[in-house]
């Protein structure tokens, strides 16, 4: 994604849902439910449906109009975090190991332009999106990703 980011929205609240470590078979029955993932591979980056393995790089993101997941991948298995934006059941199991209202501010942010050469040739599916950065507050900060 691009540096350069919009200006700030309001800072708001959500409940962080904290699975730790869990197998990948777990995460990609919760990304079927999700309205779009982001993550690399060694064909690039893609923004879409889920993969139907595990990535060979590090992160992994979804999301739906309900929450947002930020993955950490290792292998078969992913560290997992689900930022809820309002009150809905949780999509995924097993249940969390922490549970937390944190505050989030949400930024605005673009992926990489059409003509960017630095990171190798790019696909026309995520070049030029906008895309949404929930930041979270408070002793391990995350960023959660929506892009749009």
Do not use: C
Not at 37 to 55: E, K, L, R, V
Not at 118 to 136: E, F
């Amino acid at each position: 994604m691009t540096s350069s980011m919009d200006t700030t929205t309001a800072t708001t609240t959500g409940v962080l849902h904290s699975h730790g470590r869990i197998p990948w078979h777990h995460l990609a029955a919760t990304l079927t439910g999700a309205d779009g993932t982001a993550w690399a591979d060694y064909d690039g980056f893609h923004i879409g449906a889920p993969p139907t393995s595990p990535p060979p790089y590090t992160h992994l993101w979804a999301w739906t109009t309900n929450w947002l997941l930020r993955a950490r991948l290792d292998n078969d298995t992913a560290i997992v975090g689900v930022l809820h934006l309002d009150n809905a059941t949780p999509p995924l199991e097993p249940q969390p190991v922490a549970v937390e209202t944190i505050a989030y501010t949400i930024r605005h942010a673009h992926t990489w332009p059409a003509l960017e050469k630095r990171i190798g040739p790019l696909d026309h599916t995520v070049t030029d999106r906008q895309a949404d950065l929930y930041q979270t507050a408070g002793t391990h900060p995350t960023t959660f990703v929506r892009i749009r």
